[in-house]
């Protein structure tokens, strides 16, 4: 370690690349990267930090020669770039063992997984923790709005997470988190998801497995109570274990409601009232996001009324229900919501925060599982809860066999049936003028997407401005 001087990422505008890029910048070591899909806002934070972003997967891009090399899951074996990096004799890694080797090291690491809610978790405990340790260190697959970054270098003993069960590399193929070193972990939910890698909701749990394992007997899980999956593989737990949720857990949430843009609830502690908890952030989800931090905090002896304090001044992450603007007093809003069950939790919770409004949802089937048609009949589910519906066609489906692919047409046919307004956008200038034609004084635009949607949220704002 004490040689390497230079390291180049292949992969860097990945938000955990990008972010750990961040953090050995911070570090003082010479960063280089390599991308082919380069967007906000991770293409913007490397821009900011002064980091240059070489275009494609070209040899030349090891020249000079790096000490070493990080390799992001998003770069196949058949690249010229890793052809060149595996002909050479340039050490390399992937990204989740350089996390562990250069930043976690032996301190506490507090591991956030499950298929929802990792990244606005990963954020909210990291602002507690800076709000009640010192020194404290995180890594977030998005940007948190307390930071206005997605990483932050430790130099205590608390280094916070986001623990993705994505594989690691084309070398390693282990879900990312196990490398993490997990001492203190949430699990939020286990669904299936990854539909390029996982065949069935079995293959997900056994990942998980793997990081329950991991966790030593000093550690703490805290799980989310009242998801079936999780309890199947609870027993796997050699640590304390603590349940959360709506109906079952020791810490649960009682009375909950939307007051004065507010969401609020009680906090029952095996049956005991603990605390009431407000937060920014709208929706049933987030609620539980916050309780899971709140009881992960308290099992690590966090003080409560920092903790508290702490939830309350929570700004949200930046792509999760952001508010991206209100041209005409029309407000637009930004999620990355792409899993059908996401996408219903989302409209839901715009449906309980704007309950007079008309809901133009927008959406772009962009995720390796979104554009298979797995969750065909659970995306028409998943929009009823809004009044129109754009949709675009879905990104790229070249490497899908055609009779796995997601079908824009057939979630149009379903949602027709449920009377609502409903289109199929060819170009994003199509769907923009779709929305123009149903948009008015009385709407709210909620537009998900996990990619860059052709950058539709400022062409979008032009229009209605």
């Not at 960063?31 to 070489?54: A, C, F, H, R």
């Not at 309980?352 to 969750?375: C, L, M, N, Q």
């Not at 028409?380 to 824009?408: C, M, Y």
Request: aromatic letters at 10%; proline letters at 4%; charged letters at 25%.
């Amino acid at each position: 370690m004490k040689s390497i001087s230079h390291i180049h990422l292949m992969g860097i505008c990945g938000t955990a690349m990008a972010s750990l890029a961040g953090l050995l910048k911070q570090k003082g070591y010479h960063v280089t990267g390599s991308d082919q899909n380069v967007y906000p806002p991770m293409s913007t934070q490397l821009e900011s930090l002064g980091i240059d972003i070489m275009q494609g997967y070209k040899k030349e891009n090891l020249v000079p020669r790096p000490d070493l090399v990080i390799v992001g899951n998003v770069i196949a074996k058949r690249y010229e770039e890793a052809q060149a990096l595996l002909e050479s004799d340039i050490p390399y890694t992937s990204l989740p063992k350089a996390m562990a080797d250069f930043v976690i090291e032996d301190r506490n690491s507090i591991v956030v997984a499950g298929t929802h809610g990792k990244t606005t978790m990963t954020s909210m405990i990291s602002w507690v923790a800076d709000q009640c340790v010192e020194g404290s260190g995180f890594l977030v697959g998005g940007i948190p709005l307390n930071f206005n970054q997605s990483f932050k270098v430790p130099t205590g003993d608390w280094f916070v997470i986001e623990g993705d069960e994505y594989d690691t590399a084309f070398f390693d193929k282990v879900p990312k988190f196990i490398h993490y070193k997990p001492k203190y972990v949430i699990l939020s939910s286990i669904e299936f998801d990854h539909a390029d890698i996982y065949n069935s909701i079995d293959d997900i749990k056994k990942a998980f497995i793997m990081l329950l394992e991991r966790i030593p007997k000093e550690g703490v899980l805290v799980y989310n109570a009242d998801d079936k999956n999780i309890l199947s593989i609870l027993k796997h737990a050699n640590c304390k274990t603590v349940g959360y949720g709506q109906n079952n857990g020791d810490y649960q949430i009682h009375n909950r409601d939307f007051v004065v843009g507010r969401n609020q609830f009680a906090v029952n502690y095996q049956g005991k009232n603990i605390a009431d908890i407000a937060v920014k952030q709208i929706g049933e989800y987030n609620s539980m996001n916050a309780l899971a931090s709140f009881a992960l905090s308290l099992e690590m002896g966090w003080d409560k009324i920092k903790v508290l304090q702490a939830l309350a001044g929570f700004k949200g992450v930046k792509r999760r229900q952001e508010l991206i603007g209100e041209p005409m007093g029309i407000p637009i809003y930004e999620d990355f919501a792409h899993h059908p069950t996401a996408v219903k939790l989302t409209l839901k919770a715009f449906r309980e925060s704007f309950k007079d409004k008309k809901i133009i949802a927008v959406f772009e089937p962009r995720s390796a599982t979104s554009r298979r048609k797995i969750f065909q009949n659970d995306y028409a589910e998943a929009f009823k809860l809004s009044d129109v519906v754009v949709i675009a066609k879905p990104f790229d489906t070249s490497k899908i066999p055609e009779n796995e692919r997601f079908s824009s047409e057939e979630l149009i046919s379903s949602l027709k049936q449920s009377n609502q307004h409903v289109y199929l956008g060819e170009s994003t200038e199509q769907m923009i003028s779709m929305i123009q034609s149903e948009v008015d004084e009385n709407s709210v635009i909620v537009i998900m997407s996990n990619g860059g949607f052709d950058n539709i949220y400022d062409k979008l704002l032009q229009a209605l401005k």
